[in-house]
């Protein structure tokens, strides 16, 4: 009788068997066998479809991350100690060892929050915003350390500065194809454009999922209208003539061949459910005139669980609402008026968020103007 281990060693398990067999009777048994199954990771994954793994890829997503986080620290502190200097600073920030050097600003650390410390809820926290925007009709006004945690939370969430629902990231196809040294030979936008025809092509494909997998379908030829422009492709969309006069967001694919010729192809975009949440809160606030503030106010009076937690809205909408604010209370707020104008105080900050800048230098026609003016523009550029 012999024992015989018998191993089965592979990429993405281990299995082993232990097997007792008498040759001269042609008998066997086995005694014992198992398996271990290798999780599939997504490193693994790649490096078995030939994708190289850089050494410096998880070191560089660390640096990343933290690079982050201290210009995140580096904005949050210059905007506690601007709101300190105004007298604007919330009861529940305290400053642990006092103001730094300007050079050290990184330094800054706050106290914890005492314990029984009354904070705002979210509700709360939103009906002071539509307050301070003037559209409660309530005549009394605010005090500076209830618009010190408003402006301290615009610092927090600044929205969403991609996409293309900005309106100023719209561009021309057109603009796109001009030069043909400058761009890649494949590129993918999403626009809503206007679809102007649609005709069935003598171009046949199989359809790659779902239910029709394997069969045979016909593309179309389609012609869309953007931005006063007309451009022709295909699509493999089947359902794109009951479309023919309206508007539809499609996917644009632009392929550029050697020769410098240019084709379309059209399809549905693919979009995360993060960004069609965003673009459907969009068009709610563009339809109803809304703020952001006067949106989720709505929505938590109507049901008090609406998740607002990682709600992405875009960047213009907090800049309106944060300039329409500033107004508002600059007009109506004699406390508020007399702290941001001010001019030994913002002299005073400035010199200390902006250490660098030469006295030396002759004045210049930016800082003649309102000194009111001269810190919003330059807060804005460093992103507080």
């Known amino acids: 009788m012999k024992k015989i ?40 994954i790649d490096y078995e479809k030939g994708i190289g793994i850089t050494k410096n890829a998880t070191r560089r997503e660390k640096r990343t991350a933290r690079k982050m986080n201290k210009r995140y620290k580096i904005r949050r502190n210059k905007l506690l100690i601007i709101l300190y200097e105004l007298g604007m600073l919330p009861d529940q920030f305290q400053f642990k060892n006092g103001i730094p050097e300007p050079n ?39 005090q500076l350390k209830e618009l010190g945690k408003i402006f301290y939370q615009f610092n927090q969430l600044r929205g969403y500065a991609g996409g293309n629902n900005e309106e100023d990231a719209i561009s021309n196809i057109e603009d ?33 999922g779902g239910i029709s997998k394997g069969q045979e379908l016909n593309r179309y030829d389609v ?26 967001e499609l996917e644009i694919r632009i392929k550029r061949n050697k020769k410098g010729e240019v084709s379309y192809l ?15 809160t969009e068009e709610t606030l563009k339809n109803e005139n809304l703020y952001v503030s006067q949106l989720i106010v709505n929505e938590l009076e109507q049901n008090k669980w609406t998740k607002i937690r990682n709600r992405v809205f875009l960047r213009h909408r907090y800049q309106a609402e944060f300039d329409a604010i500033w107004d508002f209370q600059y007009n109506n707020n004699p406390e508020f008026k007399k702290t941001v104008d001010d001019n030994n105080k913002l002299e005073r900050i400035i010199n200390y968020i902006f250490p660098e800048r030469d006295k030396s230098k002759p004045e210049t026609e930016e800082t003649k103007k309102s000194k009111k003016e001269v810190y919003k523009a330059r807060a804005r550029e460093k992103g507080l």
């Open 104 to 142: 050290r600003i990184q330094e800054l650390e706050l106290c914890s929050i005492k314990k029984g410390m009354m904070q705002l809820d979210s509700l709360e926290h939103y009906k002071l915003r539509v307050h301070a925007l003037g559209l409660d009709k309530e005549d009394n006004p605010l």
């Open 223 to 248: 012609i869309i209208g953007l931005n006063n422009e007309v451009f022709e492709g295909e699509t493999e969309l089947q359902n794109l003539e009951e479309k023919i006069g309206k508007e539809e």
């Open 5 to 44: 281990l018998g191993l089965d060693l592979g990429t993405n398990s281990i299995g082993w068997a232990l097997i007792e067999q008498d040759f001269e009777k042609r008998q066997g048994k086995i005694l014992g066998m198992g398996s271990r199954i290798i999780p599939m990771g997504s490193d693994k």
């Open 176 to 208: 796109d194809v001009v030069d043909e040294t400058e761009k890649k030979r494949y590129e993918v936008i999403t626009k809503k454009v206007e679809i102007l025809k649609v005709e069935k092509s003598n171009s046949t494909y199989k359809v790659r």
């Open 266 to 280: 059209f399809a549905l975009p693919k979009k995360t459910n993060w960004r069609k949440q965003m673009e459907a």
